[in-house]
């Protein structure tokens, strides 16, 4: 079987989860995003105002879907500006003690808001992300400076048409060139974002997943949600539509060695969790890996499957 294939697989403790490991030691980590770009509960991108009352009720949501469907979460900060990435890491850090993941696409923002973490006593569950093909010597030079424990390789390539259909060999040969920056920049904790941009290519990054997985034993993953997000026909079938896409990708993905996943807006956390709860539990049951964590979905729901 391929978990046998799996042996030295790192494990990562950051903050209050474990991720990585073989095939079913640890729950796939499902990340919501929250503040991200047209989300209804900003109310000024720039300064960072958001009404708190929605987003404490978003964190409440899928913090308390992961304590009782046993499975581990983080999240995705998206920011616009410095001051927006302060007030947004300030307010999720005051609510939950899962891992918070530092996303912007301007440089400035990402960096700062690492450093901010690391002032804030935050480093131990902080995810830098990403360091990518494009990324500078000047901002792998910064995060050296800065400390941080933990970051995310995205394996695109600096060419945007390229990008776009990456086998996995070119995928593999982007992280190789990815690992050495990530040394540059000092962090030795990496996560591999194995990059999607549509449901239509999600085999392929399964497959990558299990690439890494095999030649480096890093934890690895994608963003489910990007494809989900842009693929317009389901809400052509029905309302509801959309959610069972959502909640298919993920669990499907989770099964396909994926550690971690972008699962899109957390506001989807109540159809993904639930999938991706007993997409775990049948994992179990197929490869017999005895889980880490008695919260872990078939540990908290079906020990007969391990214990007979």
């Known amino acids: 079987m391929i978990i046998e294939e799996l042996k030295n697989q790192k494990i990562y403790r950051i903050g209050n989860i ?38 404490e009720e978003l964190i409440n949501l899928q913090d308390s879907l992961a304590e009782r469907t046993g499975l581990n979460c983080a999240y995705d900060v998206v920011a616009q500006t410095p001051k927006a990435m302060e007030n947004y890491i300030d307010f999720v850090a005051s609510y939950t003690e899962y891992p918070i993941i530092i996303d912007a696409v301007p440089e400035k923002v990402r960096l700062h808001g690492a450093q901010y973490s690391i002032d804030s006593g935050l480093d131990d569950r902080t995810i830098y992300n990403s360091i990518a093909p494009w990324t500078k010597d000047t901002e792998i030079d910064a995060l050296r400076d800065i400390g941080l424990q933990y970051a995310i390789l995205f394996t695109s390539d600096i060419r945007a048409e390229k990008a776009m259909s990456l086998t996995v ?37 399964g ?13 690895a993953g994608c963003g489910t949600g990007n494809g989900v997000t842009v693929w317009t026909e389901p809400k052509k079938w029905s309302r509801e539509a959309i959610n069972g896409v959502y909640a298919a990708a993920n669990s499907i993905m989770s099964v396909l060695y994926s550690d971690f996943l972008f699962f899109g807006p957390i506001e989807k956390a ?13 994992k179990t049951d197929l490869t017999g890996q005895i889980p880490n964590s008695s919260s872990h979905p078939a540990m908290k729901f079906f020990p007969e499957i391990i214990y007979g």
């Open 207 to 219: 497959k990558t997943c299990l690439e890494v997985k095999k030649k480096y034993g890093y934890p």
């Open 18 to 55: 474990e991720i990585g490991g073989v095939i079913g030691e640890n729950p796939c980590l499902l990340i919501g995003s929250i503040f991200y770009w047209s989300h209804k509960i900003v109310e000024d991108a720039k300064k960072g105002v958001f009404n708190k009352v929605k987003a």
């Open 270 to 282: 109540k159809w993904v969790f639930p999938a991706v709860a007993v997409a775990e539990i049948i």
């Open 169 to 205: 060999d070119e995928k593999m040969e982007s992280l190789k060139n990815l690992i050495t920056q990530s040394s540059k920049a000092g962090i030795e904790n990496l996560l591999v974002d194995v990059q999607s941009i549509s449901i239509g290519d999600l085999g392929s990054a």
